[in-house]
């Protein structure tokens, strides 16, 4: 129908929100800036993993410039107070850049898999004017996908939810909740898949026994449950909404379809806010799982640089049983997944 996604959040508890989005905000935008100014000035050279991570950094630091918008809706008492227009750039800028993110981590963990699993396929040598083709065309996809926002009408201009809306037609709103939806289940099922993949390719050649190979079969498993923790609660309660809101509408007056739901999307707006988080955290990822750009930001920075003991050690490491061609194969992918197509 043309009625709202959800029902006016006047009367919803999110005190907890300004907070938490102000948090998100500091550690997204000096994070992802100082990814950026890392990527931009200090890392060099590149190759086209980095292409993907610099615009991952990208669409992190454009949502973060949203943040404080949201914070200051929230802490007002659910008021917008920066007009109609404004409100739906900075809904764009959240979609958008939602999107954009777990696209490029989609597409990430796609180059790490090929790198891994299939070292030798011509995608892996990939130009850097091809990466960035491959990058805008990204960008393109996903501000298709979401330029919607600019068309939805609001229904109060006090309120700026990109789900608490009518539209004409109605079908807008009807793309809008798919987008939203197929933006995580899609890239969920592909990081899933690569991660999976990469593991038992690890095992079936008898290299997850090692020590570093173990840390890195570690580190693959977290980034696919971090993603989930971030972003599936929020696709939840989405999904839950729809399908109560089918419910209640058959049973209850219309007057009462929204304190039916309200512990819903009370939780909605939470977890919603809880996935740009994901964005926040990830320069964690750049720094500590990848030793270019740890040396990069050390060094840009004026800091000691990290302990080469390790890698001295490595290089002294003793074959053993192992041949030589199968030490070389555990090194070449060492180096992919931590150097090249690391998140």
């Not at 304190?259 to 819903?264: H, I, R």
Request: glycine residues 4%.
């Amino acid at each position: 129908d043309g009625g709202s996604s959800l029902c006016p959040p006047a009367s919803l508890d999110v005190h907890m929100l300004p907070p938490l989005l102000a948090t998100e905000f500091v550690f997204g935008a000096l994070g992802n800036g100082l990814a950026l100014w890392i990527f931009c000035f200090h890392l060099k050279p590149w190759k086209s993993s980095t292409v993907l991570l610099f615009n991952l950094a990208v669409s992190d630091f454009l949502l973060s410039m949203a943040l404080p918008f949201r914070a200051s809706y929230y802490s007002s008492g659910i008021k917008w107070r920066f007009g109609g227009t404004f409100c739906n750039i900075c809904l764009f800028l959240l979609a958008m850049n939602r999107s954009s993110s777990t696209v490029f981590l989609m597409v990430i963990a796609l180059d790490r898999y090929m790198r891994v699993v299939h070292p030798h396929h011509p995608i892996n040598s990939l130009s850097i004017s091809k990466a960035w083709c491959g990058a805008l065309a990204l960008w393109l996809i996903t501000i298709c996908m979401t330029t919607h926002v600019f068309t939805l009408k609001h229904i109060n201009t006090t309120y700026c939810e990109s789900f608490m809306i009518n539209t004409q037609p109605g079908h807008n709103l009807i793309w809008h909740k798919f987008e939203f939806i197929i933006s995580f289940f899609l890239p969920l099922l592909v990081i899933l898949y690569c991660t999976i993949h990469i593991i038992v390719f690890l095992r079936r050649r008898q290299l997850a026994k090692d020590a570093k190979m173990k840390r890195v079969l570690c580190f693959l498993t977290v980034v696919a449950v971090v993603f989930i923790i971030f972003f599936l609660p929020n696709n939840i309660m989405q999904l839950l909404i729809w399908i109560k809101t089918k419910k209640v509408s058959s049973t209850l007056q219309e007057s009462e379809v929204c304190p039916a739901l309200e512990d819903l999307t009370t939780a909605f707006y939470i977890s919603v806010s809880l996935t740009y988080l994901n964005s926040a955290l990830d320069p964690l990822v750049y720094y500590f799982s990848n030793s270019a750009i740890k040396n990069s930001c050390r060094k840009a920075l004026h800091l000691p640089q990290a302990n080469t003991a390790e890698s001295t050690g490595r290089k002294t490491r003793e074959p053993g049983s192992q041949s030589l061609s199968q030490l070389a194969h555990r090194e070449s992918i060492e180096g992919i997944i931590e150097m090249e197509a690391v998140r």
